[in-house]
């Protein structure tokens, strides 16, 4: 049982496509967070959210576009991208900045392919 | 840069084995300190963390962790795995103070056979 979920789970693509991925917690939160897991490579965070402004970019392309329209739903909207894209996208939120206890909690991630 | 080190990537374990996995981290404030777990098919879900006091951290499970500040170290351990422990295990560390972005190590994947 999470407090954060994803959609869709799975995602094939082509290079031409436009496609979003969606993320929604219901876990009262105000910031929220993009992160890219590939295999053997540590989860990279990609955007971070906070009470819906845009705080973190971590010098991600610009075929990867976030939208935060409230606290409680993110966007990762996609187009033209590489085969090397393909990876499990997860998403994260937590109780930024209220103290220095904050702890992120995960959604299931959309498993994206690349073709 | 601030870095975690998960050095064992990938461990096999029989059923009643003790577990400890290493992790080890690149700053010398003061840190915030998670292991997260990943079973098949499944969401990243939180172990435990430590944020401050006792070093000796109790989380779901059955597993432990023991911050050493002197080593820059916060190894997971277990004293009896099961299978049902067959997962990938990160752990992440937040510098406060320094990014405040949590940095992932690259994970170990447990086998635990019956």
């Known amino acids: 049982e999470t407090g954060v979920t994803q959609t869709p789970r799975h995602l094939v693509m082509g290079m031409t496509n436009k496609k979003s991925l969606k993320c929604e917690q219901h876990?009262?939160?105000?910031?929220m967070y993009w992160y890219k897991q590939s295999a053997k490579k540590p989860l990279e965070l990609m955007f971070v959210?906070?009470?819906?402004?845009?705080?973190e970019n971590n010098s991600v392309p610009s075929r990867f576009s976030p939208e935060c329209p409230n606290s409680s739903h993110l966007f990762l909207h996609l187009h033209t991208l590489q085969p090397e894209d393909s990876a499990l996208y997860l998403c994260?939120?937590?109780?930024?900045?209220?103290?220095?206890?904050?702890?992120?909690?995960f959604g299931p991630g959309t498993r994206l392919l690349v073709l | 840069a601030q870095s975690v080190s998960q050095h064992n990537h990938h461990v096999i374990l029989s059923e009643a084995a003790s577990l400890e996995l290493g992790c080890n981290y690149s700053?010398?404030?003061?840190?915030?300190l998670f292991w997260y777990v990943q079973y098949p098919g499944q969401h990243l879900q939180l172990l435990l963390k430590?944020?401050?006091?006792?070093?000796l951290v109790k989380g779901i499970k059955g597993f432990e962790a023991e911050f050493i500040k002197s080593k820059f170290s916060f190894n997971l351990r277990k004293p009896s795995v099961q299978w049902s422990d067959t997962a990938e295990y990160f752990c992440?560390?937040?510098?406060?103070?320094?990014?405040?972005?949590?940095?992932f190590g690259t994970g170990t994947r447990l086998q635990v056979f019956p």
């Open positions: 994260a939120s937590s109780s930024a900045g209220t103290s220095n206890r904050e702890t992120q909690y």
């Open positions: 959210y906070n009470f819906k402004e845009q705080t």
């Open positions: 430590y944020f401050s006091g006792d070093p």
């Open positions: 876990l009262g939160h105000n910031a």
């Open positions: 992440a560390v937040r510098a406060l103070g320094n990014t405040d972005k949590l940095i």
């Open positions: 700053y010398g404030g003061t840190v915030n």
